[in-house]
Nanobody
Framework: QVQLVESGGGLVQPGGSLRLSCAAS???????MGWYRQEPGKQRELVAT???????NYAHSVKGRFTISRDNAKNTVYLQMNSLKPEDTAVYYC?????????????WGQGTQVTVSS
């Protein structure tokens, strides 16, 4: 089991920045980590992922504005969000994922609200 706790959300004006953090209860070095977001009434969507080896992947809508990173020594994953837009408003969730012998181990945090508004 991995418990994930997100922090860093809040209210920011368009064009502003926020950095989200996701602290894990145990080592995440072998996990693929990701950030997802969900707006009310919509499906959860991928924002960014980072593999155990450090390879990253981004949704087209955030590419060039958001940066995902990980600090395995601190069991923490970050999402640096720059040039925020109102359409980035959502609850942001942290995810840890591991596949062992075909079995999926998938863990989620409770989410942190990001609101982009003037």
């Amino acid at each position: 089991q991995v418990q994930l706790v997100e922090s860093g959300g809040g209210l920011v004006q368009p064009g502003g920045s926020l950095r989200l953090s996701c602290a894990a209860s145990r080592s995440i070095s072998i996990y693929a980590m990701g950030w997802y977001r969900q707006e009310p009434g919509k499906q959860r969507e991928l924002v960014a992922t980072i593999t155990s080896g450090g390879s990253t992947n981004y949704a087209h809508s955030v590419k060039g504005r958001f940066t995902i990173s990980r600090d395995n020594a601190k069991n923490t994953v970050y999402l640096q969000m720059n040039s925020l837009k109102p359409e980035d408003t959502a609850v942001y969730y942290c995810n840890a994922r591991l596949v062992i012998f075909g079995d999926l181990h998938d863990y989620w945090g409770q989410g942190t609200q990001v609101t982009v508004s003037s």
